[in-house]
């Protein structure tokens, strides 16, 4: 879907974090082309294990931007996958680069292959690497030969920092400035200075608050990889011997048949053929209680069955199952950065360097021109240097947006990019479509009442005799309410539809008419007080129907299609959040104001072509105000791709609304609308308190540092304690329950 406004999609900043801060989620970054133009060529997929942050990123793209064999990049640091779109032949010489860089590829099969799990690292160097600091610094206080204390401190930086020593010496290279680099400055200059405990504990602290953040960071990559593992890898199969068979889910096919035991997973998507059940669906559309199922409805892959058993025909792949299309949207989401990210990428990489530049000047110009002690100087560029990394800063965007989609996926709420999650908390206008959004969609049978004394299953019996014949939604809502009733149905002779007026047909040797208000006009059947009872009916946008025979009405039925329970709730939730409200409907005027005074809408808009709902989106845009419109995804396309969002109704199981709109909303509960407004309000506040801890932190250690009193287990403790605060808050957003 295009949006009226363009939204820009920035690549993450060079100076970013340790291996550890990720742009955690699922991060699928749009391919990234030179000159603006597509290249054909093949695609390669490459997994690297040391590629989960934007730092490893940055190096790559620079180095691969370089080969004119290289074409495209597409970053998916969740699964450590980088997609390279390349010339023939050009693979070997893209695998060197990537090891000229200190990775390890290795080409993968496919893009949906389980990620690996990175291998666990032995605890004991960095245990060693403790004893030898401490030992270090105890030697020092206990004023033992300045020699023993020396050689525990390398000790330690030897058995914790080679890694970062590493990382920092390729980032140095290819000329930036992340944290293993200023970290490995920063200690060799406290080596160099004879600083030898505090060189030890610095590099151990710093390894420990790597461990820390990585912990941390974990519960919301496993957030999103979560989803993953909704499904079960096996499905009960019929085979063609009329066996059932336990297969991998991967290999079944569409159209064949799965059985259900009861407490199962449900493995692909599929309709139900045979048996009836209580379904889970949870998982896909944040519904709390089991939905009954039978023969005819849909079931989805991921969803749990909870009481009975059924057989069910897959309708599409396990790789193209509603979950795997949700998978596949929040990764995709991190491609299109919030606002306040964008920001925050090209504010850090403004930062460092003049930080960096900072410190030189602190280390060079007073000595020179102030007559400063060289040593206390250089010392201080050196705190300097370990607190200018913009880590919290860089991490507190992505982590808290990642656990903002992955909050809002929880809630059965897709969204298809941080930058709408943000942009939720500014909505000041709200258009819905009636039919499917605001009612069922489904007319159903809402007021009956007989006349001239007749009995009233005699009338309901021949009104539904004539109306099964007939598949007008009125009809059909007619004969739906007498199946219900148990009502009995009656031979019809002669029969025949009369269109824009109703239908007649002869039952038991008479003849009857079902029709509307218009035939019962030309019949000359309609008197002052039928004509009173129809017009109040009809403002309430319920549509009449009645049964008649050769002299008069005998009874009166009227349709309407019905407002969901949620509606009126969901609308007054908007406006307590100071949204206003408007309906966009095809249906009559008449109808359109009844449901919206029914639910308390602000405004109603009825008659209405799908050219009228863009051009009353366009007006409200013309206003300078935040539009946001509700529809099906499809038939309101023109209108949802205008908005500034677009929220697709019920898109469970729809692939054309998942894929179109901004926001899909994975049932057909408008309640969640305010709840996605009140997580975009959480969202945004945590985002501005992490920016404002981060820049507070590092503005006190700075200071401190210039005054002469900082150190640098301060500088460390600054920027991981900085860091873990900020992606401790973000975290917070899988908590709230909005």
């Not at 525990?152 to 058995?159: G, T, Y």
């Not at 599409?316 to 596949?328: F, K, N, P, V, Y």
């Not at 004539?466 to 739906?480: K, M, Y």
């Not at 919206?596 to 009353?616: S, T």
């Amino acid at each position: 879907m295009t949006k009226h406004r363009n939204h820009n999609h920035e690549h993450a900043a060079d100076a970013c974090c340790s291996a550890s801060n990720m742009n955690i989620a699922s991060q699928r970054r749009p391919v990234h082309e030179k000159n603006e133009s597509v290249s054909s060529g093949v695609q390669t997929l490459i997994r690297i294990m040391q590629m989960d942050c934007p730092t490893e990123e940055a190096l790559l793209r620079k180095k691969l931007d370089g080969m004119a064999a290289v074409t495209g990049m597409e970053f998916n640091l969740m699964q450590r996958v980088l997609t390279v779109t390349h010339a023939p032949q050009a693979t070997k010489s893209i695998l060197e680069a990537v090891r000229s860089l200190g990775f390890t590829p290795e080409i993968v099969d496919g893009e949906h292959e389980e990620p690996k799990q990175e291998p666990v690292k032995p605890w004991w160097p960095l245990a060693l690497a403790c004893l030898a600091a401490i030992g270090s610094e105890l030697v020092h206080w206990l004023e033992f030969p300045v020699v023993v204390a020396a050689a525990l401190a390398l000790i330690a930086v030897l058995m914790c920092g080679i890694s970062t020593y590493k990382k920092g010496w390729i980032a140095i290279r290819n000329g930036n400035l992340n944290i293993n680099a200023l970290m490995s400055i920063a200690v060799t200059g406290a080596l160099v200075l004879g600083q030898w405990p505090e060189a030890a504990m610095v590099m151990v602290l710093f390894t420990i608050a790597e461990l820390i953040e990585a912990k941390s960071l974990d519960r919301a990559r496993n957030a999103i990889r979560d989803l993953m593992q909704l499904t079960p890898e096996t499905a009960t199969v019929l085979q063609k011997n009329g066996v059932w068979q336990e297969v991998p889910a991967k290999s079944v096919s569409v159209n064949e048949r799965v059985r259900i035991k009861p407490g199962e997973r449900i493995a692909l998507d599929g309709t139900i053929v045979s048996g009836h059940s209580s379904v889970n669906q949870a998982p896909i559309t944040g519904e709390s209680l089991p939905i009954d199922k039978q023969s005819g409805d849909p079931v989805f892959a991921g969803t749990i069955n909870t009481s009975g058993s059924f057989e069910y025909q897959v309708t599409a792949a396990a790789g193209d199952s509603t979950l795997a299309r949700i998978i596949h949207a929040v990764e995709a989401a991190q491609s299109t950065k919030a606002p306040t990210q964008r920001f925050v990428d090209k504010f850090a990489r403004i930062y460092t360097p003049t930080v960096f530049a900072f410190a030189l000047a602190i280390a060079i110009l007073p000595p020179l021109l102030m007559d400063g002690e060289w040593f206390n100087w250089i010392y201080k560029a050196l705190v300097l240097l370990v607190i200018a990394c913009p880590c919290a800063l860089v991490i507190s965007t992505p982590v808290t947006i990642v656990s903002g989609l992955a909050a809002a996926a929880r809630m059965g709420i897709l969204v298809k990019g941080g930058v709408y999650l943000e942009q939720g908390r500014k909505l000041e206008w709200l258009a819905l479509d009636k039919t499917g959004t605001i009612t069922h969609g489904k007319p159903a049978q809402t007021d009956f009442f007989t006349l001239n004394g007749w009995n009233e299953r005699d009338v309901r019996s021949l009104a539904a005799s004539l109306a099964v014949r007939s598949d007008h939604p009125v009809s059909i809502a007619l004969t739906n309410a007498a199946k219900l009733e148990g009502i009995e149905l009656r031979n019809v002779e002669n029969f025949e539809a009369l269109p824009g007026r109703g239908s007649k047909g002869v039952i038991d040797a008479k003849l009857y008419h079902l029709g509307n208000h218009r035939l019962i006009h030309e019949q000359g059947r309609c008197s002052d007080d039928l004509e009173a009872r129809l017009s109040t009916l009809e403002a309430q946008g319920k549509t009449v129907i009645m049964l008649t025979d050769e002299q008069s009405v005998h009874g009166v039925f009227a349709v309407a299609d019905t407002v969901k329970e949620s509606s009126y709730q969901a609308i007054t939730e908007l406006h307590a959040l100071g949204i206003k409200t408007i309906m966009l409907t095809g249906d009559n005027v008449h109808t359109a104001r009844a449901i919206a005074n029914q639910v308390g809408i602000d405004e109603a808009h009825g008659d209405l072509l799908p050219e009228d709902k863009l051009k009353a989106i366009e007006s409200l845009l013309g206003k300078a105000v935040t539009v946001g419109m509700v529809g099906d995804g499809i038939n309101d396309a023109p209108a949802l791709a205008i908005s500034d969002i677009g929220f697709a109704m019920g898109a469970t199981g729809t692939g054309t609304a998942i894929e179109t709109a901004d926001v899909a909303l994975m049932d057909d509960d408008l309640r969640k609308l305010p709840r996605f407004v009140r997580l975009s309000r959480n969202t945004h506040s945590i985002l501005v308190q992490n920016i404002v801890l981060a820049l507070g932190i590092k503005s006190i250690f700075l200071t401190l540092t210039v005054l002469g009193m900082g150190t640098m287990w301060m500088a460390v403790f600054a920027d991981a304690g900085a860091s873990l605060l900020v992606i401790g808050n973000g975290l917070r957003l899988l908590r709230v329950n909005n």
